[in-house]
């Protein structure tokens, strides 16, 4: 059974600041990872989905890795604003299956 | 258009009462799913509907039904519902329900049973 672990739980930095979000999942057989953000009581965006073939994906000020060997993901926030706090979730494909398994997430707060 | 539309954003409903969640996509997407969202945890698959037919229901109890009339419209009928049932209601959608997809999530129903 697939299990996804984000670390940590909660991470507040002023603004500015650069950032490393942790994602770790147990079965390395993945077709991809993907990243989503979430604003409280909103739906998810997805941010950016790596393909199991890829190493990293930049979209902006955001770059994400996948080492699938050991089993994790960053997810990189450079210059960090305020607009970026929100709840970062991070999520695998169950083995054998499209459907996604969750992280519960990281919640960022970036204070001006 | 690359969104998906849900409504009604909010809804209280009592134990005894019948509802529907409503969600459409005009991005020409042939998946179309239902998630569950308690509080500060993450989304459980509820649905998945590719080319309009059910393909997978993760055991949800028969008070939730789901109904997709065309490819482009997701329904989710509520019927005597639990207070525990309360929760965000989220819909996706997703090209094709292959691998490599990103996902496009509403905005959500946020539902209280009373």
């Known amino acids: 059974k697939q299990e996804v672990t984000q670390i940590p739980a909660a991470l507040s930095v002023p603004e500015g600041e650069n950032l490393v979000l942790n994602c770790s999942f147990t079965?390395?057989?993945?077709?991809?990872l993907q990243w989503f953000r979430q604003d409280p009581g909103k739906g998810l965006t997805s941010l950016l989905l790596?393909?199991?073939?890829?190493r990293e994906q930049t979209s902006g000020r955001l770059n994400a890795s996948l080492d699938k060997s050991s089993g994790r993901s960053t997810l990189y926030i450079a210059a960090s604003q305020p607009g970026d706090s929100a709840t970062y979730l991070c999520a695998v494909p169950r083995a054998g299956s499209y459907q996604l398994t969750f992280g519960k997430g990281t919640k960022l707060s970036v204070i001006p | 258009d690359t969104e998906v539309t849900q409504t009604p954003k909010h809804l209280v409903m009592g134990m005894t009462n019948k509802k529907s969640l409503k969600c459409e996509q005009h991005m020409g997407h042939r998946a179309m799913y239902w998630y569950k969202q308690k509080a500060k945890k993450p989304p459980e698959l509820m649905f998945v509907y590719s080319y309009e037919k059910l393909s997978i229901n993760e055991s949800v109890p028969s008070r939730f039904s789901p109904e997709c009339p065309n490819s482009s419209l997701l329904n989710l009928h509520l019927h005597a519902l639990q207070p525990e049932d309360s929760a965000l209601y989220l819909c996706a959608s997703s090209p094709y329900r292959g691998e490599n997809e990103k996902l496009f999530f509403g905005s959500g129903t946020q539902l209280s049973v009373l």
């Open positions: 079965d390395s057989a993945i077709y991809n």
């Open positions: 790596i393909q199991s073939s890829q």
